[in-house]
């Protein structure tokens, strides 16, 4: 699973005026539509219908560019505009910092964690506690790919693969030192049988026995027969981890964060 947010317009016709525009004095002088017949003075002088108004916009608009510029350099000098370019400077910095250092928004465009994440789900990834906890079996991180998962998307989608660069969601199933098997579609972790709520389906594959090395850790998807995850590529370096998934912040009616621990 890699990780990335139309008004209608009405037309109506022309009605007749109405009696209220009649009452408050307003005369209107029936056209002669057929042409003008030399008598009627009021005569269309565009019978078509259609008014060409590009010229006079065209020669308007240097006037109005110069207009803007002429504003906006105002603006820019003025007290206000300088406290207005602060302001936006400061929070423009801020959100910066936080989302390089704290926590950052994430897209959901696959099923791989389903059902404990859904296709447009977006959720907070927080990118503080990696420093001063290790990592714990079931909680849910976002990483960058290792080497070997980059090596099976060149080899599938050649050396340009957009999807090779972009960041993942798995689930930590198993930490360094334990030794992982899956096998009649169970997880199982230093021999003992994992209870696993959260995934879609038993997987339809075996995998392992294999100890999980120094500094690494084991992830899978949640869905399990329809995720490229671990028991393919193998682990996960604890440096590729860009946080942990915290919460479900849209749409509305999935926030939370059931599962993700």
């Known amino acids: 699973s890699c990780l990335a947010f139309s008004p209608s317009s ?14 408050n004095g307003v005369q209107f002088t029936q056209m002669n539509m057929s042409g003008d017949d030399g008598n009627n003075k009021y005569g269309d ?9 590009g010229d006079d916009d065209d020669k308007n608009k240097p006037q109005n560019d110069e207009n803007f510029l002429e504003t906006l350099r105002a603006w820019i000098k003025s007290d206000e505009g300088k406290e207005d370019i602060q302001t936006y400077v400061l929070s423009l910095s801020i959100a910066l910092l936080l989302r390089l250092t704290i926590i950052e928004p994430r897209y959901i465009p696959s099923l ?36 070997r998962f980059r090596e099976i998307m060149t080899n599938n989608y050649g050396g340009d693969a957009k999807k090779s660069k972009e960041a993942l969601i798995k689930r930590i199933v198993a930490v360094e030192g334990d030794e992982v098997q899956v096998k009649y579609g169970k997880l199982y972790v230093n021999g003992n049988k994992q209870n696993e709520p959260f995934t879609a389906e038993d997987a339809a594959y075996d995998f ?45 009616w999935r926030i939370g964060n059931e599962g993700m621990f």
Not at 142 to 147: G, K, L, M, S, Y
Not at 238 to 249: L, P, S, T
């Open 10 to 23: 009405s037309f109506r016709g022309v009605s007749k005026p109405s009696p209220s525009l009649r009452r």
């Open 45 to 53: 002088p565009n019978p078509g219908g259609l008014s060409d108004w």
């Open 112 to 147: 791989s964690m389903y059902p404990t994440f859904d296709i447009g789900d977006q959720l907070a990834v927080e990118k503080v506690t990696k420093r001063i906890r290790p990592f714990n079996r079931n909680e849910v991180v976002v990483f960058n790919p290792p080497d």
């Open 208 to 252: 392992g026995p294999v100890t999980v090395p120094p500094g690494d850790v084991l992830v899978l998807g949640d869905n399990r027969n329809h995720s490229l995850d671990g028991h393919i590529w193998g682990f996960l370096p604890r440096e590729n981890v860009i946080g942990r998934a915290v919460f479900i912040y849209w749409p509305p």
